[in-house]
């Protein structure tokens, strides 16, 4: 079905996605080491990685891949995941009408990164980072990234929204506006008529004609992650929190797992494909509350 320039493309998409998890693992474990604020005296956190094999339908030799989930519980983050899979097969008949290309052949490949983060510390935010590589009889790069305080933190979404313009400039002129607005209207909670966070970036069926220019825009995508949330990290991690900082964190957590359980294409997409279930809902933080 797929050309050998399609096969190449799968493959440098995939090695891409894996590198840059080992970069970010990397990255926020050296968070962990620096801690010297509350909650200091933990030993500092490390991911775990697990391997998952997709479970095979007997009537479809096509299904297969599976990845690896990498989970840490530290001392800076109480939750985070960073998990990478490479899965292909048909799509369900209902499904396959709703992505583009599937209509009449429901054959996929997908691979992508996806990572949530749950700080301990109720100062620094929440954050989530998605990007993918799509194949049916078309092909495509989605994802984004979006911050989301569980305080009020001004300064910190005026820096990740800077560094997101900066990246989505070296791209194109129009791709920051347009992504960040797309971003506004995606992550938005419509039963409660409020916004997840303080947006982002978000991005799909980014296919312009030039494959290498929307890889390294995808590519871009990540790298500016790995600048600047750590960055964020950084300056709020050590600083002291109330009982009071807590609770607001709970409820706004609680509004994470709304949108992630009602609203999240990828969620769906995940569900629907038979993918690993632990993997899935690795996005749900390990507490939260509803007053």
């Not at 709970?250 to 709304?258: A, D, F, S």
Request: proline share 5%.
């Amino acid at each position: 079905m797929w050309s050998v320039e399609t096969a190449k493309r799968k493959e440098r998409a995939r090695e891409w996605f894996e590198m840059l998890r080992d970069d970010i693992c990397a990255a926020f474990e050296t968070l962990e080491d620096e801690l010297t604020g509350t909650l200091h005296e933990r030993p500092p956190g490390r991911f775990e990685r697990k391997a998952w094999t997709r479970a095979q339908r007997e009537e479809d030799v096509a299904d297969g891949g599976g990845g690896v989930i990498s989970i840490m519980h530290g001392r800076v983050f109480e939750k985070i995941g960073v998990n990478v899979s490479t899965v292909h097969g048909r799509f369900s008949p209902e499904f396959a009408r709703e992505i583009e290309g599937a209509e009449k052949d429901p054959r996929f490949w997908a691979s992508g990164i996806s990572l949530v983060a749950h700080p301990r510390n109720p100062h620094v935010s929440t954050v989530h980072l998605n990007t993918r590589f799509l194949v049916t009889t078309r092909a495509w790069f989605g994802g984004g990234t979006d911050l989301t305080p569980m305080l009020p933190a001004e300064e910190d979404a005026r820096h990740f929204h800077a560094a997101l313009k900066r990246a989505c400039d070296r791209h194109h002129p129009d791709y920051h506006a347009r992504y960040s607005k797309w971003c506004d209207e995606y992550f938005f909670l419509p039963h409660r008529g409020e916004p997840r966070g303080v947006g982002g970036i978000f991005f799909d069926h980014l296919a312009s004609g030039d494959w290498e220019a929307d890889f390294a825009f995808t590519k871009g995508v990540g790298l500016a992650f790995l600048d600047i949330y750590p960055q964020i990290v950084r300056r709020r991690m050590n600083e002291p929190w109330t009982e009071e900082d807590r609770a607001q964190q709970l409820v706004r957590r609680g509004r994470y797992v709304e949108f992630n359980l009602l609203h999240d294409r990828g969620t769906r997409f995940g569900l629907k494909t038979g993918g690993n279930v632990e993997a899935i809902l690795m996005s749900l933080p390990p507490e939260a509350s509803w007053p």
